[in-house]
């Protein structure tokens, strides 16, 4: 069994290292994926481990390369000091991975352009459903993160609950006074919320795995933008508006990351992920078009939908030197996204996507289907040097990675079929300890590199007037 633990080692080792999701600074500066390497930001996909890293308080610094704002800093407090209750916590204002479809809390409104680039293919940009609309979908803000966890017998249960929103609201007005005689007034209402539920179960010794942790979840959104416009002029019929909401959005995840002891100091985990995806959006644009005096009332209707699935099965190795002080870590996990969107159009009662088929004409893309399937590899070093400082370093790689894309439009279908170019991503990072406090960071390795390959007599890697920039860093309390 150590013959072949080292052999998988080494091969990992020589291949290099995958993809990891965005996670905490130690796992960050050293590749590590979360489901192979121990870390606290587990809580985040497994809530009973909140059992495990109770009574800490966590501050999280992100973007630390030059930029000196707080905007994506957030942070919690897990409290494990009433045995009765369990363990209860909170976060709040926390960017993650884990928001829909593997995008973060802020890039929601990404998913604007399916239907953004449906309707550019008639619509009218000076109208609701326009270019420059649909590029303003509201974004959820993070708010907040509940944890709960409790030991129940030999079982570890953990609850998540999670909410981010957005709302925004104006009242505006518009003088047509010298074109068309007329002034509109209205109001624009842009309001998004998604909410989440996270349960976590852990055990002992279930069968060959000392260690099991399965976790499910559901989220949900909801997205509306509306606007509301009447003028007052000659044309009795001149009010017009427009909204777009979702069509169902939904997001249901279940996971499982299993842990079999090889020996005093090996260890092996087996991992896995399954989420299914539904995004949808549909909007209406309600209007007049204006020709000297006579107006045509005109009714757009648009939808998209995003349907899709992503999974994931991983396999790492961890082995343990110096009695704890140092850590050699690798793993390799085979990913798949699949997804694919439908699309409809309405002009006036007029369904564009069915008469084009008929014609050949347009060039509407009414169906959209996106697959993707990569390996990635990785391989993570820590080692305890002084008391009070640990260093850091790992690298990762795709052994293989590749995109099929069919797009079905009204005029013409196209096929894309092809695997991208994968560089070995190398980080490198820092852990200081001073009693109860720890500090961990991410550092620029480009940065690094430079000053590697500049050292001057004397002058060493770090004395030249400047620092290694720092890109993120966490620091924690233990009480």
């Known amino acids: 069994m150590k013959k072949a633990w080292m052999l998988l080692l080494s091969l990992l080792m020589v291949l290099g290292t995958g993809l990891t999701a965005k996670a905490s600074s130690r796992t960050d500066a050293m590749s590590a994926d979360l489901n192979v390497v121990e870390d606290y930001d587990l809580i985040f996909t497994y809530p009973n481990k909140v059992l495990e890293y109770k009574n800490t308080v966590d501050f ?132 998004a919320f998604q909410a989440d539920v996270q349960v976590g179960l852990g055990m002992k010794d279930l069968g060959p795995f000392q260690e099991a942790n399965f976790a499910v979840g559901y989220l949900m959104g909801k997205v509306e933008m509306a606007q509301s416009r009447v003028t007052a002029d000659h044309l009795a019929d001149d009010a017009y508006g427009w909204w777009i909401r979702d069509n169902g959005i939904y997001s249901v995840n279940a996971n499982v990351n299993l842990k079999h002891e090889l020996g005093a100091n090996d260890n092996m985990k087996v991992f896995g992920t399954y989420r299914l995806n539904s995004f949808g959006l549909k909007g209406v644009d309600d209007y007049d078009l204006i020709y000297g005096t006579t107006a045509t009332r005109e009714a757009d209707r648009v939808a998209t939908h995003l349907r899709g699935y992503h999974a994931e099965l991983g396999l790492g190795c961890n082995h343990t030197v110096n009695e704890g002080d ?123 590199e430079n000053r590697i390959a500049s050292v001057q007599p004397g002058r060493g890697l770090f004395f030249d007037g400047n620092v290694v920039t720092v890109m993120k860093a966490d620091l924690k309390y233990k009480f």
């Not at 239907?115 to 293919?121: C, G, H, M, V």
């Not at 109208?127 to 966890?149: K, R």
């Not at 564009?352 to 509407?364: K, N």
């Open 326 to 448: 140092g850590l050699v870590s690798a793993g390799v996990k085979a990913q798949v996204w699949k997804h694919k969107n439908d699309a409809s159009m309405f002009v006036n009662g007029v369904d564009y996507v069915s008469q084009d088929r008929t014609t050949g004409a347009g060039d509407i893309v009414a169906d959209l289907k996106i697959s993707t399937f990569a390996l990635p590899v990785f391989v993570s070093v820590e080692a305890k040097v002084k008391s009070w400082l640990t260093l850091r370093a790992g690298a990762s790689y795709f052994l293989f990675q590749n995109t099929n894309v069919q797009v079905d439009g009204t005029a013409q279908g196209m096929t894309f079929s092809g695997s991208m170019p994968s560089n070995i991503t190398f980080n490198t990072g820092f852990g200081l300890n001073w009693k109860n406090w720890v500090l961990d960071g991410v550092l620029d390795t480009n940065d690094l």
């Open 60 to 191: 999280r610094l992100e973007n630390l390369d030059g930029v000196t704002s707080t905007a994506d800093d957030w942070g919690g407090v897990l409290d494990g000091k009433h045995e009765k209750i369990g363990v209860v916590g909170v976060y709040l204002h926390r960017f993650d991975s884990a928001a829909f479809l593997g995008f973060t809390y802020n890039e929601l409104g990404g998913f604007s352009l399916p239907l953004q680039s449906l309707y550019n293919s008639y619509g009218d940009t000076n109208h609701g459903l326009g270019n420059e609309i649909l590029n303003d979908i509201p974004s959820v803000n993070p708010l907040f993160d509940l944890f709960w966890g409790k030991e129940m017998g030999k079982l570890g249960v953990g609850v998540k609950v999670s909410y981010a929103d957005s709302k925004q609201s104006m009242t505006m007005g518009e003088d047509y006074s010298a074109v068309h005689g007329t002034v509109a007034s209205g109001k624009m209402v842009d309001r």
